[in-house]
Every structure is written in structure tokens, then in C-alpha cells.
């Protein structure tokens, strides 16, 4: 099934069809990051990060989908993550 567009579920972002094949091509410098409960052993918190020039290093938070549009960040409310 063909995922159009992004969605958000639960501070899991899960990606749409063109920003997938960007993370499966390493050249174009996106990656998936994830912020783990330890307590739960749960994923709580999913970002997409964008390494290109002078940021190749350390990256950028992406808070929408550079493709489609949508969401895909939402910013932890304060004491949320430790």
C-alpha cells in the first residue's frame, strides 16, 4: 500500500513513500533518529534529521516532510523526556 503522505501516531512519525527512499539512499543525507524509555524499552520519540554542507555533522530536526508536507515533529512538552 502506497503511503502518500506522512503521518504522525503516538510521536512516531512513520514516513511517506519519498522521504522512505531518501533514508534507504545514503547520499542524500537524511536519517532517522529515535528516543528510547529506557524504563519501557519503547521508542517515545521519532525525528528525521537532515545532514548536508556545513551541518554534516551534527544535523538538522526536521519538523515537516521536505515532500509531502505533513508534520513530523512534534516538540516534547517540558519534563516529557529526561
Known sequence: MANRKCKLLRNIARPCD???RSLHNSDLGVTEKFIFDFK????VYSVFVLH???FRKKGIV???CPFCGMAIFKQPAKGDVT
Open 18 to 20: 519519498t522521504l522512505t
Open 40 to 43: 519501557s524499552g519503547a521508542a
Open 52 to 54: 548536508s554542507g556545513q
Open 62 to 64: 526536521l519538523n515537516f
